[in-house]
């Protein structure tokens, strides 16, 4: 069984988690965890902290010589955005805490909940976790354990096929053309009609 845990905040120095469970002998490449990272940055939508961060994994333990050890991965993602909230963010006792103070939580996010939950009364304290930054090293764990599924031939594609009123048309392809004409793709759409409207619709 596959167990991992993260750990870290949005402007903290990085973001880290730790997966437990993997057989020993797994060949595993930062370079396939970064492609992963780097279609999670891609796409409509990506807000000016893309512009700063640009991810990849380092592996602190677990992998040695390209294979996993079968003792637990620690995988680390950096922030870059760390060097402009270092004296707010620091866990040491002269952290500027009065600055950047957050008191008004946003509507559909886990800041109410963690207010109450924690007691805080900097929503910070709760919304650096909660915060869509902290994806990175999931998606970095998720891509530890989609190499896994592949190493016993299981292929997990994923694309959009419907976007409001517009639908795609289905495509009988091979998993390494569908996967090839995705990438293409700003949208992750297989349609070539669809696909070449991505900048227009």
């Not at 060097?83 to 109410?112: C, F, Y």
């Not at 998720?142 to 976007?163: C, F, H």
């Amino acid at each position: 069984m596959l167990r991992y845990l993260t750990a870290g905040e949005s402007h903290g120095p990085a973001l880290t988690a730790i997966v437990e469970g993997l057989p020993a002998g797994l060949p595993l490449a930062a370079a396939y965890i970064n492609r992963q990272l780097a279609r999670r940055q891609g796409g409509y939508g990506r807000g000016a902290r893309m512009k700063i961060e640009s991810d990849t994994v380092r592996f602190l333990s677990g992998v040695r010589g390209g294979l996993t050890l079968g003792s637990p991965l620690t995988l680390l993602v950096e922030n870059k955005d760390w060097a402009n909230w270092s004296e707010i963010m620091s866990p040491e006792a002269d952290a500027k805490i009065d600055q950047r103070v957050i008191r008004r939580p946003r509507p559909g996010h886990a800041d109410l909940a963690g207010l109450i939950k924690y007691r805080h009364q900097d929503i910070r304290n709760v919304l650096e976790r909660s915060s869509a930054r902290e994806t990175a090293v999931r998606v970095a764990a998720g891509s530890v354990a989609r190499r896994l599924l592949q190493e016993l031939g299981i292929t997990i594609i994923g694309q959009v096929i419907q976007l409001g009123g517009l639908s795609a048309a289905p495509e009988k392809l091979g998993p390494e053309e569908l996967e090839a004409r995705l990438d293409r793709s700003r949208l992750n759409c297989a349609d070539g009609g669809r696909a070449a409207d991505d900048g227009n619709n």
